[in-house]
């Protein structure tokens, strides 16, 4: 089954920025990543798991949730079967942890990555 590892999430203050890794292996990895679509969840202490963004085999094809458009960035590199989150102008209110999956998400999630941005 696929393998998904997240990481890059840290403590930044208002403003600032920072660029999450997921690195796909077993069933994401290979010559079918490619195929599919992807994305990044996130989940703040006492709410709902929450699509942030999806992308397509490429980045021709980008979705962002109203919140973070214009300010976060989703790539890929199949080659390295890898997704990548740029997020930039970061507020308090993206702190939680985020997750990277398939989008519909299929599988086990992974342990996420921590990002909290101070005031």
């Known amino acids: 089954q696929e393998h998904l590892v997240e990481s890059g999430g840290g403590l930044v203050q208002a403003g600032g920025s920072l660029r999450l890794s997921c690195a796909a292996s077993?069933?994401?990895?290979?010559?079918?990543?490619?195929?599919?679509?992807m994305a990044w969840f996130r989940q703040a202490p006492g709410k709902e798991r929450e699509l942030v963004a999806t992308?397509?085999?490429?980045?021709?094809?980008?979705y962002y949730v109203a919140s973070v458009k214009g300010r976060f960035t989703i790539s890929r590199d199949n080659a390295k079967t890898t997704v990548y989150l740029q997020m930039n102008s970061l507020k308090p209110e993206d702190t939680a942890v985020y997750y990277c999956?398939?989008?519909?998400?299929?599988?086990?999630w992974g342990q996420g990555t921590q990002v909290t941005v101070s005031s």
């Open positions: 999956n398939r989008n519909p998400p299929s599988g086990s």
């Open positions: 992308i397509g085999w490429s980045d021709i094809n980008t």
């Open positions: 077993g069933a994401a990895s290979g010559r079918t990543f490619s195929t599919y679509t």
